[in-house]
């Protein structure tokens, strides 16, 4: 299947990276800038959103890195990335996508919801994103048990990131779970391939 992977270094991107790296299955890259070039009718054409990743395929397109992650897990079953719980996949790939990503977005922005405002918001609170995260994988070495799925490749890469810019709450268990998949070959080999196109530094 012909995969085709629009993406830039410095964006959600690298999460579809380590996945494609992790499925194995040849892909092109297309690195696109960001302002204008991903607002041509060309690549509008691909993402009305004008962002990226995105993954085009024989029978389409997909959008969203948790999406992509999903449909290749999905696609290819023999990179052992869709575990027999599906269940507790899309628990997870969801929670990333949904309660972390909301809950780090509004507080690196500075806004934290009150109390009163809590029952609002699909995340609650940052403490009760973190009492959930610490809890599951206090107890869980991946997100979906004893294996390494697709949900460790999306969600797990939010943890690190995370983690190394202070969008998280130091923590020693969530620090356990990332430095039991940061050390992943597929990870390795992604990093590799979006580090070289990073722009020189001045």
């Given at each position: 299947?012909?995969?085709?992977?629009?993406t830039n270094p410095m964006s959600r991107g690298r999460i579809v990276r380590w996945m494609l790296e992790e499925v194995g299955e040849p892909y092109e890259t297309v690195v696109l800038a960001f302002g204008p070039p991903m607002?041509?009718?060309?690549?509008?054409?691909?993402?009305?959103?004008?962002?990226?990743?995105?993954?085009?395929?024989?029978?389409?397109?997909?959008?969203?890195?948790?999406?992509?992650?999903?449909?290749?897990?999905?696609?290819?079953?023999?990179?052992?990335?869709?575990?027999?719980?599906?269940?507790?996949?899309?628990?997870?790939?969801?929670?990333?996508?949904?309660?972390?990503?909301?809950?780090?977005?509004?507080?690196?922005?500075?806004?934290?919801?009150?109390?009163?405002?809590?029952?609002?918001?699909?995340?609650?609170?940052?403490?009760?994103?973190?009492?959930?995260?610490?809890?599951?994988?206090?107890?869980?070495?991946?997100?979906?048990?004893?294996?390494?799925?697709?949900?460790?490749?999306?969600?797990?890469?939010?943890?690190?990131?995370?983690?190394?810019?202070?969008?998280?709450?130091?923590d020693t268990v969530l620090q356990a779970y990332w430095d039991r998949i940061k050390t992943r070959p597929a990870l390795a080999?992604?990093?590799?391939?979006?580090?070289?196109?990073?722009?020189?530094?001045?």
């Amino acid at each position: 299947m012909a995969l085709t992977f629009y993406t830039n270094p410095m964006s959600r991107g690298r999460i579809v990276r380590w996945m494609l790296e992790e499925v194995g299955e040849p892909y092109e890259t297309v690195v696109l800038a960001f302002g204008p070039p991903m607002k041509t009718p060309a690549y509008l054409a691909i993402n009305p959103m004008g962002k990226v990743p995105a993954l085009a395929h024989a029978g389409g397109v997909v959008t969203e890195a948790g999406a992509i992650c999903l449909w290749l897990a999905d696609a290819f079953p023999q990179a052992g990335l869709m575990p027999a719980d599906r269940g507790a996949l899309f628990r997870w790939l969801f929670f990333g996508a949904g309660p972390l990503e909301q809950a780090v977005t509004n507080g690196s922005k500075g806004w934290v919801p009150t109390a009163e405002e809590c029952g609002r918001f699909g995340y609650g609170s940052m403490n009760t994103v973190m009492t959930t995260l610490i809890g599951h994988l206090g107890r869980s070495p991946y997100f979906c048990g004893e294996a390494f799925s697709a949900a460790d490749v999306y969600t797990g890469s939010q943890i690190g990131w995370g983690l190394r810019f202070g969008t998280l709450p130091a923590d020693t268990v969530l620090q356990a779970y990332w430095d039991r998949i940061k050390t992943r070959p597929a990870l390795a080999r992604a990093n590799a391939l979006d580090d070289a196109l990073m722009p020189p530094k001045s």
